[in-house]
């Protein structure tokens, strides 16, 4: 095998962007925007930040788990909810986890530090109503290869996205080709066609980034320039 490209010796990534008609992607998921959802809030002890979603420590806790049927294999994995409790407080959280069962359709486990901004902690559980919102002060995202990734085998996660990310694809020599989504938040290509070549991004309302130039180095976050428009 081959070792991976150096970063001295690759071009900086590039990026473009183009909307599609569409006012959303056709494999958006279970979570879609201008949609209000119904649930309870529980909270979790969230640690470092990290989760499921394997973006990570964060050092903003205003997180929370996605119960599992609205995780949807990580589809939910980077969205940012506006929470709403009965009582007028709300909380912008951003999904970094999975709530596995028994949590219901619906249901957000909130880190503590959240749940706070909405009750006080002993209240336990409490309904909600939230919807998907795009923030305001999101930098670049940035493109970072699993762990043992190679022109043979490669796993792709997308970091740091104003907007859930709906499918990713990548360059071949035939064409674009889209990569399945696992449950821990990477894009896999097992025969390795594709790795090491550009990207494609598509987010839940349709908008497409086109990145170049993301060396073929595991485990190294590399930012792409680029950024979904706000909605």
């Not at 879609?32 to 394997?54: K, N, W």
């Not at 909380?91 to 009750?119: H, K, M, Y």
Request: aromatic share 6%; proline share 7%; glycine share 10%.
């Amino acid at each position: 095998m081959s070792p991976p490209p150096s970063a001295g010796s690759t071009p900086a990534p590039s990026a473009s962007s183009s909307a599609l008609k569409a006012s959303a992607a056709p494999s958006a998921g279970r979570i879609r925007p201008a949609v209000s959802y119904q649930g309870v809030a529980t909270a979790y002890e969230a640690g470092d930040g990290s989760g499921a979603c394997l973006y990570g420590p964060s050092g903003d806790l205003m997180i929370a788990a996605m119960n599992h049927a609205d995780y949807e294999t990580a589809t939910a994995c980077g969205a940012y909810v506006l929470v709403r409790a009965a009582n007028g407080a709300s909380v912008t959280v951003r999904i970094v986890n999975e709530c596995p069962l028994p949590c219901a359709p619906g249901q957000l486990d909130l880190s503590r530090q959240a749940f706070a901004r909405l009750a006080e902690l002993s209240a336990g559980r409490i309904p909600i109503t939230w919807t998907l919102v795009s923030p305001a002060g999101s930098d670049a995202l940035s493109i970072r290869y699993k762990t043992g990734s190679s022109r043979h085998w490669c796993g792709v996660q997308v970091i740091g996205h104003r907007n859930p990310v709906a499918g990713l694809e990548v360059r071949t020599t035939d064409g674009w080709r889209r990569l399945a989504r696992t449950d821990y938040n990477y894009f896999l290509a097992a025969d390795g066609n594709g790795c090491g070549g550009g990207i494609r991004v598509t987010d839940v309302y349709g908008e497409q980034l086109t990145v170049e130039g993301i060396a073929l180095e595991p485990d190294v976050v590399q930012p792409a320039r680029v950024q979904f428009a706000r909605h």
